[in-house]
């Protein structure tokens, strides 16, 4: 194996795949790329055996062959050198790099030891928007459940036409709150849902906001099968399973009316709920709305035992009748912080689901179950 390629190519392939190879000890290769130099291209691979992420290196091949070397190793050494061209060739066990007067020999494994990358079944194909798609998954991830308990909560739903509306619907809840994201889709018309690993939604974030520098592809493509998904974007390639399993029928706690409905600058209110948030019951977390109609405010109040307690005032547009209800700050802010402008705070009862979204939007809701009292 022997190529030649720029260190700001290899530097920007090292970038996207490096961070998912494994510390796993008991499989010491997945903490390794993989390098196969074929005829027309070089192929860069790392797995962690539930997402694998294939991207292209433009270089000049010499010689065909394959090897892999510790992931972290090659993208510090190749971050330390100049930049400028780099030749990479294969001697035995160990890969020389040469680059300008320096040259250095990374020992590793060798290619048949990595992991089969299984190719995904290509029958359900969609073109979505690379920017929006990024933004509706990093919004909706957020409230998918942290612990494995129930595993379809701890997954994105993502639905393909499944619903009312023409497009992708994405969701995710862990019992506590629920977000969800509306995007349309620009080729695809195929009914399939399925259920995203959130880890999988973290890395195709990352992955989209790192290749977001290059503006002349600006559409994601998506394929779903049966028990895999797989993106390609920007010369990266990433498959992943999916959650085994159905997800739950959320529509049914999504609130249609309300009984009061406040409107306000989302960066206010999120200032009184951080202080607020200081003054909070450790584990419990909650912070009391007040919502006065009659003098168009909205009171943000705590109280702790241990810290003490606040109380502020922000002024609003109030609609409806009085009413307060009791949050936790932690993911009331997780919801507001999704928001650029100003909120619609929505709330029917002290003991009910409120909802928040964006004024003048409806493609991303976050609903928040009260702590009762």
Known sequence: MKFTCTKENINKILGLISPLASKQGHLPILMNVLIVAQESKVELIATNLE?????????????????????????????????????????????????????????GMPADEFPVVPEVEEKNVYTISAEKFKNALAKTVIAASKNEIRPELSGVYMGFFKSKYDGLVLAAT????????????????????????ARTV??????????????????VRVWVSDNQIAIRYDGFEMTSRLVDGKYPDYSQIIPTKFKTTAILPADVLIKKIKAAGLFTTTGVNGVSFDFNVKNNTLSVSSTSTQTGEHNSE???????????????????????????????FNVNSPDSP???????????????????Q
């Not at 973290?202 to 559409?219: C, D």
């Not at 936790?328 to 802010?333: D, F, G």
């Not at 409120?354 to 009762?372: A, F, G, S």
């Open 51 to 107: 997402i694998a992420i294939k991207t292209n290196l433009r270089a000049k091949i010499e010689n065909t062959g394959s090897f892999t070397v510790p992931a972290k190793t090659l993208s510090d050494y190749i971050n330390l050198l100049s930049d400028g061209q780099i030749d990479i060739s294969l001697e035995e066990n160990e890969l020389i790099i040469k680059s300008g007067s320096s040259s250095t020999k990374i020992k």
């Open 174 to 197: 862990d019992s506590y709150r629920l977000s969800e994201s509306k995007i349309a889709v620009e080729q695809g018309k195929n009914e399939t849902e399925s259920i995203v690993p």
């Open 202 to 219: 973290y890395e195709i974030v990352r992955l989209l906001s790192l290749s977001k520098e290059n503006e002349a592809e600006n559409q």
């Open 314 to 344: 922000v002024d609003a547009d109030i609609q409806g009748e009085e009413n307060s209800i009791l949050l936790n700050h932690k993911y009331t802010l997780d919801g507001l912080q999704q928001i650029d402008n100003e909120v619609v």
């Open 354 to 372: 409120c909802l928040i979204q964006e004024k003048n939007k409806n493609d991303y809701i976050y609903i928040i179950m009260p702590i009762r």
